[in-house]
């Protein structure tokens, strides 16, 4: 733990068996699993939906957005929701929620049904994530959290690269409905593997609640998000995404002078002032929108689109497959090496961006996926871990909540720039966006972090 912030190493920790705390593991992890193919799996499944469902088409990308737009919306009031009371029982809800909804959308019948049932899918998978990391953090000590969050990215990792197939072969199965079905019987075992523990309450929890802060941050993040999502889409009227960035700006108006005003934030300002801790958000943010972008631009450029199906397979999996290997390596390299294997990994993706400009070779793309696959897998879970060590364990739902935020909102905006510039200069470009992403996170990061952040 690095020096300076002696607050955060007194925190309350709950004295849990080594059998119980496998289990609060492994039950997040069961969780992690679900929230990729929650989101690939939906995006497949849009065209034949739209097709087979009655209702307006425009309503199709809704089935995404709302998902997206309500699990980043509600991230920040469910993780201070669980910090305040039954941290396990907060999970175990989102979970039943997920997998309610999950059966419920097999069974929609028309499309309004179905985005309504992802509005409330995307809270439950919110109240998943924020209880599963204030699980963690509350019976998980500092110095054990980079060995937990490489667990959860190898998961994460696998779920991720494994979820565009997976999907696939739900449809070829099941259809459609199919697709919402799995990750909802996965999120009801995760929900299983809770019972029996404690509820883990923390014995004292401030009478004050700054719920109009919560609010206003998920109504500015919801809109934000949904706004830059609606961006991508074509044909999309312009007044759909101004209007949303118009309430983004005015929820962040108002949010400002609600917070300054509220004794007890709901925003954790506190660990906003830690460099670290916003550098490795920040760092996560640009590796996510690297592996986006690319997953999108790879298969447009030029050469690619000579390549067979095997060839094209192998590029893909090139850039995927890593983050399922590497994780728990990547964990280990990190008690030592966090902040340099952050930066090198970074500034490695953005020469490979620049690389990219200059050429589209088949070899080239192959070397490129090779490379980006490697750096996104050698730090996958790495930030996370690290910035989380900065998190007291009474408010780790919150802590890890603004991260996933701030993530999930970096992530977002490289893929609506990139989408943008690619549409006036070419599918490398998207590219160079995400590589200048890349470069400004590593200066951060390098500005930031202690040289030896153990």
Do not use: K
């Not at 101004?242 to 004794?263: I, K, N, Q």
């Amino acid at each position: 733990m690095a020096l300076g912030f002696p607050l955060f190493r007194s925190a309350l920790m709950f004295a849990l068996s080594s059998r119980q705390r496998r289990r609060v593991l492994w039950a997040a992890l069961i969780s992690d699993a679900v929230f990729p193919l929650a989101i690939t799996g939906a995006t497949a499944v849009v065209p034949d939906v739209t097709a087979r469902l009655p209702g307006a088409g425009a309503l199709g990308p809704w089935i995404v957005l709302a998902y997206n737009g309500l699990f980043a919306a509600a991230l920040l009031l469910a993780g201070a929701t669980a910090d305040r009371t039954a941290r396990t029982r907060v999970f175990a809800v989102g979970n039943i929620v997920v997998a309610a909804t999950g059966v419920l959308s097999a069974l929609a019948p028309d499309l309004l049904s179905l985005v309504v049932l992802r509005v409330v899918a995307g809270v439950g998978a919110a109240m998943c994530a924020a209880g599963g990391s204030s699980m963690i953090l509350a019976v998980y000590p500092p110095q054990e959290r980079r060995r937990v969050y490489g667990y959860a990215g190898a998961v994460l990792g696998s779920s991720l690269a494994l979820g565009p197939v997976v999907a696939q072969a739900l449809m070829a199965i099941g259809g459609w409905p199919l697709v919402f079905v799995a990750p909802g019987a996965v999120a009801a075992l995760a929900a299983l593997a809770t019972l029996g523990l404690p509820g883990l309450r923390s014995p004292e929890v401030p009478d004050e609640f700054d719920l109009a802060g919560a609010v206003l941050f998920g109504v500015t993040i919801a809109a934000a998000v949904t706004a830059l999502g609606l961006g991508l889409g074509a044909g999309v009227p312009w007044w759909g995404p101004g209007g949303l960035v118009l309430v983004a700006a005015a929820g962040a108006t108002w949010l400002v002078r609600v917070e300054r005003r509220a004794p007890d934030p709901a925003i954790p300002v506190d660990l906003l002032r830690i460099p670290a801790y916003r550098a490795y958000a920040v760092s996560t943010g640009a590796f996510m929108g690297m592996l986006v972008v690319g997953l999108t631009v790879l298969p447009q450029l030029g050469s690619a689109r000579s390549m067979g199906p095997g060839e094209s397979a192998v590029m893909l999996s090139l850039l995927t497959v890593p983050s399922t290997v590497f994780p728990l390596l990547a964990a280990r390299l990190a008690r030592r090496w966090a902040r340099p294997l952050v930066t090198t990994a970074l500034s490695a993706c953005t020469v490979t961006a620049v690389v990219l400009q200059v050429t589209d070779h088949p070899a080239a793309l192959l070397v490129a996926a090779g490379v980006l696959g490697l750096c996104l897998g050698l730090t996958e879970g790495v930030p996370d871990g690290q910035a989380l060590r900065y998190v007291p364990s009474h408010r780790g739902g919150a802590g890890a909540a603004l991260f996933s935020t701030a993530r999930m909102s970096l992530e977002t905006l490289t893929l609506a720039t990139a989408t943008g510039v690619m549409a006036a200069l070419g599918p490398s470009s998207g590219l160079a966006v995400a590589g200048a992403v890349c470069l400004t996170a590593a200066v951060i990061v390098r500005q930031a972090v202690p040289s030896r952040d153990t």
